[in-house]
């Protein structure tokens, strides 16, 4: 129909101009914006990739250096715990036992010949002191050497006592004879119980120690009664004139140290290895390979890692024998691995943990294809939300065909506006920015993908965090709980038959943590006086246990030493004024210290802030506190004099010891059990029971208090009965 514009009213004329007007804008701005809507969808599919590409590239990278910073740290930590496990204690036992050959050889006046044994088959098992000679010495003319030298076997007994994986222990004299204690009788003698010559000479320990004339750590050695391979520390001992008179030393057999090494590792594929000054291994839980223990004869095969076919190990091999601490990928036997390293303290060793380096990629992987997926879905959901914006445009343009071109215009510009806010918040992010927040208004699905991308930036920084996080301190944990626990195992004495009627003892320590910051110590000083100690160390953790471990240490050194057998407070001066030197923490000791005359049944003792003890009267049948003075802790002043005192011990007499984790162990109504409790469970019990059962009745009575509350203290309790002669 056509349709004669002139004749048309006024009315109508303005409707059809405004109609067409608004068909033309309208075919204008929806081709414009048509135009526009494929380009935002370009952009922000491309943008969607890079900012995808890029988290997931930077995300990998970072977890990969978290994975490779804390295996860095592990492998320190691990050195460490070599040298306290494996060194301290031999060096802590040469080093006392050398200084106190030099004292008897440089004042032989002040020393009295001592009687000791040659090996006998019937010794076979017992822990004793045995005398060899090398053949075709003059014995008679080494009598006094001998018998200066026999000052020592108690001590070596001692030494030996609290350490189940010492080997041996030795004294060899220039001279041509040796004092050795281990439980290995039967292999000194010949078939007629007829003692065999001995030299130790051509040992490697000897040789090494008369050679450099200081104390020295051995490489492995095969025993020289062929019980297996070992390692060995050794110091030379010198006489009045500054000449070697000999040298003292204790060996390990490589079984009882390797477990250390075998402990070290990092997830599945990861072990431990240590190497000497020569590149050589020492210790290793591989039986073969580039990093097995390669044994030839009476040492390591002369040929070290530095000569090694793979290019990689031998450099990295140069740098630990220099001292070195690092990190470097290296190629094992064919295989890709991380090689972290550490120098072992006072020592020509290196400690080496390895990790496959798959291993170590494979959490940046997994993170890496998370994020791609995620990313994926993002940009499908971007697909799917422009192609319904595009569907939804082409309704509106169908619809908006009714109304002025104005609103028309409006419409398409509000469209197009949140998506280029979009693109640019996400072109943002990608180059780095994951604190950029896209704010879109409406409630449409632009504004959803917004969200989506602004909870996909959050939830990947908090990851991040998080897993770095939870790495360090899993590592943490586990490093000093490792620690905490090999020191206390190997503190603690645990043996409680002495094979004496004279008296009887038993101790218990149950720790409110992982680690405890009690301790207890029992020993013979002598043939007839027995040393006591408990103690409370102040803190927890790592520090606690070696605080612990330090001053147990100090104290049975001064006791074992101590020149008037009754000066009981200068020991506790002496243990206070080493302790309080360098103690910058603060960290403190409760201490009670006593020792029991087992002939005549007197007591001695010096608390040192310490609880005060029970003790149980067979006369009168019961227990009673112990009169103790308030002497101050041990541990933060220097120069404070203690006051010791003393107390008769009778036949049937029960001497009571316990930290307040006993007192002050809480139920849930926070009520503590107390010193009356204490005296009236103790006064409950049969007392001619065995002193374990009399220890169980307390933790019993304890148990019956506190029910389901969680343990707040250590709990260390020792009682020890006098028998007499």
């Not at 004495?493 to 094979?499: A, E, I, M, N, V």
Request: a negative charge.
């Amino acid at each position: 129909m056509k349709v004669d514009f002139e004749k048309l009213s006024i009315r109508k004329q303005i409707l059809y101009l405004v109609l067409g007007c608004s068909l033309i804008t309208m075919t204008v701005a929806g081709g414009i914006t048509l135009y526009g809507m494929f380009q935002v969808k370009s952009n922000a599919l491309q943008i969607g990739t890079e900012i995808g590409e890029s988290a997931a590239e930077n995300s990998s990278k970072a977890l990969k250096k978290v994975s490779l910073e804390n295996l860095q740290t592990l492998v320190q930590e691990r050195a460490k715990i070599t040298y306290l496990t494996v060194v301290d204690n031999m060096i802590w036992d040469i080093e006392l036992l050398s200084n106190m050959m030099n004292k008897v050889m440089q004042n032989a006046q002040d020393h009295s010949p001592k009687e000791v044994s040659e090996p006998s088959r019937e010794n076979a098992g017992k822990l004793v002191p045995q005398l060899q000679y090398k053949a075709g010495v003059d014995r008679s003319a080494l009598a006094y050497e001998v018998g200066l030298t026999a000052n020592m076997q108690n001590l070596q007994v001692e030494l030996f006592k609290h350490d189940a994986t010492l080997a041996s222990n030795y004294i060899a004299s220039v001279n041509g004879f040796n004092i050795t204690v281990d439980r290995n009788s039967e292999l000194r003698v010949d078939e007629n119980n007829i003692p065999r010559p001995n030299d130790y000479s051509p040992r490697p320990w000897y040789k090494n120690a008369i050679r450099e004339g200081k104390l020295v750590i051995s490489d492995i050695f095969n025993d020289a009664r062929g019980r297996g391979l070992a390692i060995a520390c050794s110091a030379p001992y010198f006489d009045s004139n500054g000449e070697i008179a000999g040298v003292v030393g204790e060996g390990r057999f490589l079984s009882d140290i390797v477990q250390v090494v075998n402990e070290s590792k990092m997830g599945e594929t990861g072990f431990a290895f240590i190497i000497n000054e020569k590149s050589q291994v020492i210790f290793s839980p591989k039986p073969e390979g580039s990093l097995a223990i390669d044994y030839n004869g009476d040492s390591v095969d002369e040929a070290g890692l530095i000569e090694n076919e793979s290019e990689s190990l031998a450099h990295t091999a140069k740098h630990m024998i220099a001292g070195e601490t690092g990190i470097e990928p290296v190629v094992i036997d064919g295989k890709n691995y991380y090689l972290a390293y550490a120098p072992v303290e006072k020592t020509a060793w290196s400690f080496g943990m390895v990790i496959e380096e798959s291993e170590v990629i494979i959490t940046a992987e997994s993170n890496k294809k998370i994020i791609e997926e995620s990313t994926f879905a993002l940009i499908e959901n971007l697909n799917s939300s422009i192609m319904f914006i595009i569907i939804s445009m082409f309704v509106t343009l169908a619809a908006v065909m009714f109304f002025a071109p104005f609103a028309g215009r409006k419409i398409a510009e509000a469209m197009t506006k949140q998506l280029m806010i979009l693109a640019d918040g996400v072109r943002e992010i990608a180059s780095g920015n994951l604190d950029k927040r896209i704010e879109v208004s409406g409630e449409n699905e632009v504004k959803h993908l917004a969200v989506c991308f602004n909870a996909m930036t959050e939830e990947l920084k908090k990851y991040m965090v998080n897993w770095q996080k939870e790495i360090t301190e899993r590592e943490r944990i586990s490093t000093e709980l490792n620690v905490a626990t090999n020191i206390q195992l190997s503190t603690l004495p645990h043996d409680f038959d002495f094979g004496r009627k004279d008296f009887e003892i038993y101790a218990t320590m149950h720790a409110a943590k992982e680690v405890g910051g009690d301790f207890y110590d029992f020993y013979l000083v002598d043939e007839k006086h027995l040393i006591v100690t408990i103690a409370d160390v102040s803190g927890k953790g790592v520090p606690a246990a070696l605080l612990m471990m330090k001053g147990k240490t100090i104290l049975k050194n001064l006791t074992m030493m101590m020149s008037n057998p009754d000066d009981l407070a200068s020991v506790m001066s002496l243990a206070n004024q080493q302790l309080s030197q360098g103690n910058d923490e603060m960290m403190f000791i409760t201490i009670f210290l006593a020792m029991l005359d087992l002939e005549t049944g007197k007591l001695i003792y010096v608390n040192g802030g310490h609880n005060p003890p029970m003790l149980y009267r067979h006369s009168e049948k019961k227990f009673g506190w112990l009169n103790v003075k308030k002497n101050c802790i041990v541990g933060v002043i220097e120069g404070r004099d203690f006051e010791q005192q003393e107390v008769q011990m009778e036949r049937g007499d029960i001497l009571y010891l316990y930290t307040d984790g006993v007192t002050e162990a809480i139920n849930t109504a926070e009520e503590e059990y107390g010193e009356e409790r204490l005296e009236k469970c103790l006064n409950a019990i049969n007392t001619q029971c065995d002193l374990e059962t009399l220890l169980s009745g307390v933790s019993k009575s304890l148990a019956e208090h506190v029910l389901d509350a969680e343990q707040s203290d250590d709990i260390t309790m020792v009682a020890v009965r006098f028998n007499g002669k």
